[in-house]
C-alpha cells in the first residue's frame, strides 16, 4: 500500500514534455531537420506512454479511494449517510468528496480543485497531523452544526503525502439540547446588604419597616427581569436563583442594582449599600451556593458595594470603586484576640512573616504579634530579609533590644527551626506569592493572617484565624487593637509600641490619608504608652542624596488625563524611594493619583497612590497588583518598562470608560 501511495501521488510530467519539444525547436533553427523529426516522434510516443499511465493512475485512485472506503466500514455501492472528503494533509487540498458533501456546502464542480479551506475557513487538518481523530470545534455547513472526525493515512516512506478521510456527523438537535442545558443551569447567589446595621441604627420600628419596605422594592424591582427565585434570608441577605441565560444580560448592566440601592437613604442621609455573591457553573446546587459564599466572602473582604462571580476556575469583579466605610465590630476584634492568644499557647512556637520587601507596618505588625507571644510564654521568631527590606533604620533599633536577641531570622533558618506544632501569623498581606518565605507558608500547616489590603483572587487559605480588614489603615492598627484585649499596658515594650505607631505613620502618611476613628483611637492607646511622635518621624527621613535621587524621580513625571502623574524610570531605584515619590506627587495640585515604575532585576516594580475617586488597586489588578483603593503596588516579571507602561495606560483607561 506505501508502494500504492508514492506512485499514485507522484508529480505530473507536463514539464517533461515541454522540455522535449524546446529541443525540436532548437533542433529546426539549426538546421538538423532528421534529428528534430526523430525528436518528435519520440517525444510523441513518450507522450502515449504517459497518457497511457496516467488514465491507470486515475483508475488506481478510484479503487484506493473504494478501498478507503472499505477500510471505513462503508459498504460498496451504498452511498454514506454522513458528508465525506478525501484530502491530502499537507495543504488540505480535496481529492474526492461524496455526494451528501457536496450538497450541504454548495460545491460540486472542480471540487478537487479546492482546497477544504475555501469551503471550510474554520476547519483545519492540522489535529489528524499530530494524530488525533476528532477536530476540536464544531463546523457550522448552512443551518447545520458538525461534529468532524477523521482518519489519517500514513505512508511509511518519507516524503510520501498524508491523506485523511474526513465526515461530518449532523449533531445539529444534539447541540441545541446542550446549550440550553447550559443557558438553563442555575446562578446562585447572595444579596447582602452590607451596611444594614448602620442604616437602621437609631431608628424606630416604623422607620426601620419603611427602610426595609425600600431595600426590599429596590432588589425585587431588579430581580424581577431574570425571572429567577428570589427569598429573603435574613433581615438583610437575600437568595436569588437564576437560569444562567440572564447572567451575560446582568454582567453588560454591570450589576446596575449597586448603582440604584443608593437611592435608599435613610433618614441621616446614609446611602444603601449591598454586595453581590454568585456562585456559577457549581455541580450541584450545594456546590453553587458554596460558591456564591465564598463570593459574597470576597466581597465584603474588598470593601463591600461590589458583585464577585465564582466559578469552578477564578473569581470576576464588578464594582467596588468607592472608597471603604469603617464597618469594623470592636466584639471582632475581641474575639479574634482571645482566638489568636489561645492558639499561640498550643504552638511549640511561633514564626510571624510580612509581605517581600517588608517595611514599617509589615515590621511593625509583626513586633505587635511578637508582644502576644512573649505574653503566653512563647518563642517567637519574625522572619525578614535583612539585605532587602524598607525598615532597616527600625530593624537596627530593634538589634538592641535584649528580648529581640536572635529574633529576626531568615526564611532558610526557619524551614529548619518549625516542626508539626509551629504557628505562622502572616502580617500585612493576604497573598500567597507576596509572602517572605513561600515555602515557610507551605510547610505549616497552621497559619494566621492579620492584614488590612483587599483580599486578591489568590488569597492565602487555608486559614486558622482571619482578622482580614479593609477598612483600616494599617495592619499595625488591626494589631494594636489586639494588644489591648490580649496584654496589659506594662507588657508592651517602648520599641513595639514605637514600632506599631510607625506602621500606622507609614500607611496613613502621618495621618493624612486612610484615616478613621478608630486610627486615633490605636494611635492614643500607643501614646499613652509613651511613643514619642518625634522619634517616629525621625524612621521616615531620608539623607540628602536620598531626597534628591526623590526629586529626579518627580521631575520624570508625565500627566496623563490631566489629573494621573506617571513616573516612568529606565533604572532601578529603592522601593521606599520610589513610594516616597508616589506620595509627594499628590502634593500637587490637581493630581488625584501617581503611579512610579522602574525596573529592578527580571521585573519591572510600581508604586501607586490616590486621593481622589481613583481605585489604583483595581487599576494595577490587571497586571497582577494589590493593595487598598489608596495605595497599591505591583511587580510585573519577564518584561520592559515601555511594555507595562503600555499595560498600565491601557488598565487606566479602561477603568475610566467603565466608572
Partial sequence: MNKKLTRLLQPGMGWLFGVLLCFCVAAVLMQYYVLAALELVITALLFGVYWFLKSRRNKEIRNFIQSTFNTLDVSKGAESPFPMVLARLVDGGIIWSNERFNTVTGFREKMHEQRISDILPTLTTDWLVSGKSEFPYDVTMGTRRYRVYGTAIRPGESGTTMLGMLYFADLTELYQVRDEYIRSRPVVSIILVDNYEELTMNLSESAISNMNAEINDAITKWTENFHGLLRKLERNRYLYVFEKRYLDEAQKQKFSLLEDIHEVVNPAGLAASI????????????????????????????????????????????????????????VRS???????????????????????????????????????????????????????????????????????????????????????????????????????????????????????????ADYIEPVAINLHEPYASSASELVTELLQYAVEKPDVLPIEAKSLMAGIFLDTKSFNVRT????????????????????????????????????????????????????????????????????????????????????????????????????????????????????????????????????????????????
Fill in 275 to 330: 454586595s453581590f455573591g454568585l456562585g456559577v457553573d457549581g455541580a450541584t446546587f450545594e456546590e453553587s451556593y458554596n460558591f456564591a459564599a465564598l463570593s459574597i466572602e470576597m466581597a465584603l473582604s474588598r470593601g463591600g458595594d461590589q458583585a464577585v462571580i465564582k466559578d469552578r476556575l477564578n473569581f470576576t469583579f464588578y464594582g467596588g470603586r468607592a472608597k471603604e466605610a469603617d464597618r469594623r465590630s470592636k
Fill in 334 to 456: 475581641r474575639v479574634t484576640a482571645n482566638s489568636l492568644m489561645e492558639l499561640i499557647g498550643q504552638s511549640s512556637q511561633v514564626f510571624i512573616m510580612g509581605h517581600k520587601n517588608a517595611d514599617l507596618d509589615a515590621v511593625g505588625a509583626a513586633m505587635g504579634i511578637a508582644c502576644m507571644c512573649r505574653k503566653k510564654g512563647k518563642k517567637a521568631y519574625i522572619v525578614l530579609d535583612r539585605e532587602h527590606n524598607a525598615a532597616e533604620r527600625l530593624v537596627a533599633e530593634i538589634d538592641k533590644v535584649p528580648e529581640y536577641r536572635e529574633t529576626i531570622i531568615s526564611g532558610q533558618d526557619a524551614l529548619l527551626l518549625c516542626d508539626n506544632r509551629s504557628t505562622l501569623i502572616v502580617v500585612d498581606t493576604n497573598r500567597p506569592d507576596q509572602v517572605e518565605s513561600r515555602p515557610l507558608l507551605e510547610a505549616i500547616s497552621r497559619v494566621c493572617v492579620v492584614d488590612h489590603h483587599r483580599r486578591a
Fill in 516 to 659: 478613621g476613628e478608630r486610627t486615633f483611637e490605636a494611635a492614643a492607646v500607643l501614646r499613652r504608652m509613651g511613643v514619642d511622635t518625634v522619634d517616629v518621624k525621625k524612621l521616615l527621613q531620608n539623607d540628602f542624596q536620598d531626597t534628591m535621587n526623590k526629586y529626579q524621580i518627580m521631575k520624570t513625571a508625565r500627566l496623563y488625563r490631566q489629573e494621573i502623574a506617571i513616573a516612568a524610570l529606565n533604572t532601578s531605584t529603592s522601593r521606599p524611594l520610589a513610594a516616597q515619590a508616589a506620595d509627594d506627587l499628590l502634593n500637587i495640585s490637581g493630581i488625584s493619583a501617581s503611579f512610579v515604575l522602574y525596573p529592578q532585576g527580571d521585573e519591572v516594580v510600581i508604586s501607586a497612590r490616590s486621593i481622589g475617586q481613583a481605585n489604583v488597586q483595581m487599576i494595577l489588578e490587571p497586571l497582577g497588583g494589590g493593595g487598598n483603593t489608596a495605595t497599591a503596588g505591583a511587580q510585573v516579571k519577564n518584561s520592559t518598562v515601555k511594555d507595562v507602561l503600555d499595560r498600565l495606560l491601557t488598565s487606566i483607561d479602561k477603568y475610566y470608560d467603565e466608572t
